[in-house]
């Protein structure tokens, strides 16, 4: 069964520091992986999706990353600003329109 | 990118009473909708997939009898918390995908219930 695990579960950086956040999961064999934010007492805004066959896709000051092989993927966040505080959860999909597994997610405070 | 729209926001209810939580694809077709619970500081954590037009297929330990699931339509699915109790107060969000072996999933707004 698909497990998936976050570190750190809570982060505080300063505004204009580049950060990783970290996702791991425990069956490679994967279909693809997503990243979203989640504000308090809010939905999911979806910030990049990877399919299986790709190493990493970028999106603005987002990049995320996907080694399949160690059961990893990061999420690195360029130059923070007050505006990404937020939870970012990782999850994961083992199949083709199936469900996504989701990580407890990393909350992230960037002060100004 | 698709629209996802689900209803009440928020929801405040009797111990005992029913709640109906609706789920729409706005823009698109989805064969397949997934129902989620996260508790507070928790993660999302799957209860159940919706297939139009069949029976949900509910996770180990969700009762299907108190969490009733229907999706009539290619873009509504429901979520009916039956006699409600303050246990059953958490946070409901929906999720859809375009198609069968679509990749992308987009998620509603989410459900704040709260069973006093």
């Known amino acids: 069964k698909q497990e998936v695990t976050q570190i750190p579960a809570a982060l505080s950086v300063p505004e204009g520091e580049n950060l990783v956040l970290n996702c791991s999961f425990t069956d490679s064999a994967i279909y693809n992986l997503q990243w979203f934010r989640q504000d308090p007492g809010k939905g999911l805004t979806s910030l990049l999706l990877i399919q299986s066959s790709q190493r990493e896709q970028t999106s603005g000051r987002l990049n995320a990353s996907l080694d399949k092989s160690s059961g990893r993927s990061t999420l690195y966040i360029a130059a923070s600003q007050p505006g990404d505080s937020a939870t970012y959860l990782c999850?994961?999909?083992?199949?083709?329109?199936?469900?996504?597994?989701f990580g407890k997610g990393t909350t992230l405070s960037v002060s100004s | 990118g698709a629209v996802v729209s689900q209803h009440p926001s928020r929801v405040i209810c009797k111990s005992g009473t029913s709640v109906k939580i609706e789920c729409r694809s706005l823009?698109?077709?989805?064969?397949?909708m997934f129902w989620y619970r996260q508790f507070p500081k928790q993660s999302l954590m799957l209860m159940a997939t919706s297939n139009e037009g069949s029976k949900a297929t509910y996770e180990q330990g969700v009762e299907k009898d108190k969490f009733l699931i229907n999706h009539a339509s290619l873009t509504l699915s429901t979520l009916t918390v039956t006699s409600a109790h303050p246990e059953d107060s958490s946070f409901y969000i929906c999720?859809?995908?375009?198609?069968?072996?679509?990749?992308?999933?987009?998620f509603g707004q989410g459900t704040r219930l709260t069973v006093v």
């Open positions: 999850a994961a999909a083992n199949q083709a329109g199936t469900a996504l597994i």
């Open positions: 823009d698109f077709q989805a064969t397949t």
């Open positions: 999720s859809a995908r375009r198609r069968t072996g679509a990749t992308e999933a987009f």
